[in-house]
Structures are given as structure tokens and as C-alpha cells.
């Protein structure tokens, strides 16, 4: 390697001071964050912290024990600590239909966790081919939209990007879920009034979930849905989001479900216990392996 002199009569360069890099912000302890859903005095967090260490307690539970907080408020604080978005029941929109979201730490949750692990493991991760989750139902009120809104927030809550699409042209439901007006959605798009882009409504306490609502029932859903423009659709919102979770009308209403999951690439069933029929979900399923779609399960709805 040819190393150069410096020309004479220059001296050679100062090296430079480098500034030592900052250290590394230190984590806020779950004190330090239940303070900040909880005003605790500095006595307070004395108080927990023996309390903590005279019983063998978590530090939440301290200070539930101590009345100093509640439980709420604890989950609250440890969500703040983990990432991990939390919907308080205070002042709260969403419906309690949506546990995943209101109570993510509840037996029904850990159900839709169970389902999310499944079918990543099996059907929306690589290697699998990448498709839209059609959610399908034989009726109405065996709770599709229910459990397709469950598992868009359950997808959501790891941080992936996921779009939950209601194309129940016919009675729709996801806006009531969230507590939003369906004014505009799907229908416009596909009418070509609307692009996506102006379509699409956060939520604020789910910030790796969107929705595209069904918008204004039209009288011509079928057409609607069948038209190329909702496959154009379904390919550009797969380039933006890590998951999309299509609601479907109930298959008793006509051929839109069908159609849907055909378009979409992959479907999960809904049944009802107690209430839906084994003929119409075996018929339902027969209808899915007829077709390219990808049948990832049954899932039986006991609510």
C-alpha cells in the first residue's frame, strides 16, 4: 500500500476530538410507567417495593394488594413497557366484542392468539404464497366478523402491519365494532368514487391496524365484487400491508362469499356451536376445494 507525505512546509492535519457517543437511554422501570397512568408519590413507590419484597410479589401486584393501583392500570403500564398496544375500557369506542383489543389478556384472547400462531405457522408465513384471508360463514350470527376483527387486531398487536376489509356488501358490521360511521368504503372504491387511499381509517389505539369499511350498501353487490378492479385491489393493499383479513357476507346470502375467497386465495371458516349445521359447513368447505382457494380451517365459534 503507497502511503503519501504530506507536502512540505504543511503541517499535518490535528485529528479530530470524536464525541463520545451517548450512552444508551436506560429502560423506565413499571414504577416509572404506572406513574405515568397513575400519579404515585415517591412515599408510594417506597411503599410498593416493600410490599414487593416482604410477600415475593411482582410489582403490579404489590400494588393492587396496596390499593394503590388497579388492575387496569397495571396492564396498562406493562403494555407501555413491552410495546404492546393496549386499549383502555375508559372512554372506549371499540366494542367489547373485540377482547383482543379490550381484554388481550383474557382466556378469549389467548384463543385468537392461538389461531394467529397457527395459522402463520401453517398458511400467512413463508413459505406459503402470500394471499388475502377470506372469513367465511354458512349464516348469519355464527360470528365471522367477530372473529375475522379478533384476528386482524391479533395480527396487528405483533407489530405487523395489517388491513382488515369489510366486503360484506350486504349487512355490514366491522364499522360497528370500532364505533365508526360507515359512510364511505369498499363500495366507492370499487364504484371508482374513492380511491384506497382516501378509503382506509386508523385506529388510534391499534397503530399497526387499519380498516377499509363496506361503505354505502349498494344494490349490486355480486357485480361489484366480481369486477377486476377489486382483484387490481387486493394485489396493491398485499404490496402495503404484512396481512389482510377479508369479512364476507354468510354464504346463505348468495355467491359473494364464495366469490370473495376464490379472489382472496386463502379462507377460514366460521361455525357457530349449537347453532350452525355439519351438511352446510362439509358443503362449504366442498365448495372451497373445488377451487384453487386455499382452505386453512374450521373454526368453531362457541359464544
Same mark, same amino acid.
Given at each position: 500500500?503507497?502511503?503519501?507525505?504530506s #507536502?512540505l512546509?504543511?503541517?499535518l492535519?490535528? #485529528?479530530?476530538?470524536?464525541?463520545?457517543?451517548p450512552?444508551?437511554?436506560?429502560p423506565?422501570?413499571?414504577?416509572q410507567?404506572?406513574?405515568?397512568?397513575?400519579?404515585?408519590?415517591?412515599? =408510594?413507590i417506597e =411503599?410498593? $417495593? *416493600?410490599?414487593q /419484597?416482604q410477600?415475593?410479589?411482582?410489582?403490579?401486584?404489590?400494588?393492587?394488594?396496596?390499593? !394503590?393501583?388497579?388492575?387496569?392500570?397495571?396492564?396498562?403500564?406493562?403494555?407501555?413497557?413491552?410495546d404492546?398496544p393496549?386499549?383502555s375500557?375508559?372512554?372506549?369506542?371499540?366494542?367489547?366484542?373485540? &377482547?383482543?383489543?379490550?381484554?388481550?389478556?383474557?382466556?378469549?384472547?389467548?384463543?385468537?392468539?392461538?389461531l394467529?400462531?397457527?395459522?402463520l405457522?401453517?398458511? *400467512?408465513?413463508p413459505?406459503?404464497p /402470500?394471499?388475502a384471508?377470506a372469513?367465511?360463514?354458512?349464516?348469519?350470527?355464527d360470528g365471522?366478523?367477530y372473529c375475522?376483527?379478533n384476528?386482524?387486531?391479533?395480527?396487528?398487536?405483533?407489530?405487523?402491519?395489517?388491513l382488515?376489509?369489510?366486503?360484506d356488501?350486504?349487512?355490514? /358490521?366491522?364499522?360497528?365494532?370500532?364505533?365508526?360511521?360507515? /359512510?364511505?368504503?369498499?363500495?366507492?372504491?370499487?364504484?371508482?368514487? =374513492?380511491?384506497?387511499?382516501?378509503?382506509?381509517?386508523? &385506529?388510534?389505539?391499534?397503530p399497526?391496524?387499519?380498516?377499509?369499511?363496506?361503505?354505502?350498501?349498494?344494490?349490486?353487490?355480486q357485480?361489484?365484487?366480481q369486477?377486476?378492479?377489486?382483484?387490481? *385491489?387486493?394485489q396493491?393493499?398485499?404490496?402495503?400491508?404484512?396481512?389482510?383479513? &377479508?369479512?364476507?357476507?354468510?354464504a346463505?346470502q348468495?355467491?359473494?362469499?364464495?366469490?370473495?375467497?376464490?379472489?382472496?386465495?386463502?379462507?377460514?371458516i366460521?361455525?357457530?356451536?349449537?347453532?350452525?349445521?355439519?351438511?352446510? *359447513?362439509?358443503? $362449504?368447505?366442498?365448495?372451497?376445494?373445488?377451487?384453487?382457494?386455499?382452505?386453512?380451517?374450521? !373454526?368453531?365459534?362457541?359464544?
Open positions: 500500500m503507497l502511503v503519501h507525505p #507536502p512546509n504543511q503541517p492535519p490535528r #485529528p479530530r476530538a470524536v464525541s463520545p457517543e450512552a444508551p437511554e436506560r423506565k422501570s413499571i414504577g410507567r404506572l406513574r405515568a397512568v397513575r400519579p404515585l408519590t415517591d412515599a =408510594q =411503599q410498593i $417495593l *416493600l410490599h /419484597r410477600h415475593g410479589l411482582r410489582f403490579g401486584d404489590a400494588a393492587v394488594e396496596l390499593k !394503590l393501583a388497579s388492575r387496569d392500570e397495571v396492564a396498562r403500564a406493562l403494555s407501555q413497557q413491552f404492546f393496549y386499549v375500557t375508559e372512554d372506549c369506542a371499540l366494542s367489547p366484542e373485540l &377482547v383482543t383489543a379490550v381484554s388481550p389478556f383474557g382466556e378469549q384472547a389467548e384463543v385468537f392468539r392461538e394467529r400462531t397457527r395459522l405457522l401453517e398458511h *400467512l408465513d413459505p406459503q /402470500r394471499h384471508l372469513v367465511l360463514s354458512t349464516d348469519v350470527g365471522k366478523s375475522a376483527a384476528l386482524a387486531i391479533s395480527l396487528s398487536q405483533m407489530g405487523r402491519r395489517t382488515l376489509i369489510d366486503a356488501l350486504r349487512c355490514p /358490521r366491522v364499522h360497528q365494532l370500532f364505533g365508526l360511521v360507515n /359512510r364511505h368504503g369498499l363500495s366507492a372504491v370499487l364504484a371508482g368514487h =374513492q380511491s384506497a387511499a382516501t378509503a382506509l381509517h386508523t &385506529v388510534a389505539e391499534l399497526s391496524l387499519e380498516l377499509l369499511l363496506a361503505g354505502s350498501v349498494p344494490p349490486n353487490p357485480e361489484l365484487l369486477r377486476p378492479t377489486f382483484t387490481l *385491489l387486493l396493491e393493499l398485499l404490496e402495503r400491508f404484512d396481512h389482510v383479513i &377479508v369479512d364476507t357476507p354468510a346463505s348468495g355467491a359473494d362469499a364464495r366469490l370473495l375467497a376464490a379472489k382472496c386465495g386463502a379462507a377460514l366460521v361455525g357457530r356451536q349449537g347453532r350452525s349445521r355439519l351438511a352446510d *359447513l362439509q358443503a $362449504l368447505a366442498g365448495a372451497m376445494a373445488r377451487t384453487a382457494t386455499r382452505l386453512t380451517g374450521v !373454526l368453531i365459534n362457541q359464544g
